[in-house]
């Protein structure tokens, strides 16, 4: 499983991308990829959020859950 982070590019803190694409400030908020095509879904929003200047450092981590969360 993985999520996407990065860090907003108007203040440097880390947010992690969300379900409905916007940027979450608590991981908990983060929409998880549990396949290679929802992998791939993250990093083209990642991209696209980048390109628009939202955030830098985007990067694809693994993640493991812990009492479902």
Known sequence: ??????????DGE???LAAD???A????????AHDKPAEEKLERAGKAAFLKNEVVDVN???VELVDGA
Do not use: F, P, Q, Y
């Open 1 to 10: 499983m993985k999520i996407l982070t990065a860090n907003r590019l108007t």
């Open 25 to 32: 400030e608590s991981i908990d908020g983060a929409e998880i």
């Open 14 to 16: 880390a947010v992690w």
């Open 60 to 62: 694809l981590i693994d």
């Open 21 to 23: 694409h916007s940027w």
